[in-house]
C-alpha cells in the first residue's frame, strides 16, 4: 500500500502559502507567472467571484461577539493539468489577482515547482511584508512619549 500521506503537502505550509498569496499586489503574482510560467495548463474549478464576508469582532479580545461589517471578497479555485488544485482568496475585488493566486498556490505543492514559488514568489513577498511592519514599527517609534512622574521635595 502506498504512503499517501507523504505525497500530500504539509497544510500548515498550504495555510501559509495561502495568507502570503493573499497579501500580495497583482504585480507580484503576474511577473513571476508570466517569466516562469507563461503557458501553463490548467482547469478553472470555480471562476474568480465576488462577495461580501460578515467581519466579527470582540471587545477587548475576550468580550461577546459583535457583526462589525461586511467586507468584500474575491475567491478562485483552479486545477493544474498535473491534478494539484489551488486556492486564492483575498480582501478586495480584483478576479484575475485570484485566479493567479489559486495558480501559484497550486504550483507551490509541486515537488518540482515548490523551491521556484518560494524563491520567486513567496520571499519577495515576505520580503515586502517585512519591510513595511518595520517601516511602521519606525513610525510609531518616533511618535512615543516617554512619561514619568516628578517627585517635589518639600519643605
Known sequence: MPD???ARPNPDCRAATMALLARATREELDQPLRAHWPKLAHA?????EIGLVMLRGRM??????FNLGE???TRAVVELATGERGYGQF???DPARAEQAAIL???????????????EVLAPIRQRLAEEAQKKRAETAATRVDFF?????EG
Open 4 to 6: 499517501t500521506q507523504a
Open 149 to 153: 512622574t516628578l517627585v517635589r521635595a
Open 44 to 48: 478553472t474549478i470555480r471562476a474568480p
Open 105 to 119: 498556490e497550486a504550483l507551490a505543492q509541486r515537488a518540482t515547482d515548490r523551491a521556484t514559488v518560494e524563491q
Open 91 to 93: 480582501l478586495g475585488r
Open 60 to 65: 477587548g479580545g475576550d468580550g461577546a461577539p
Open 71 to 73: 467586507a468584500t471578497v
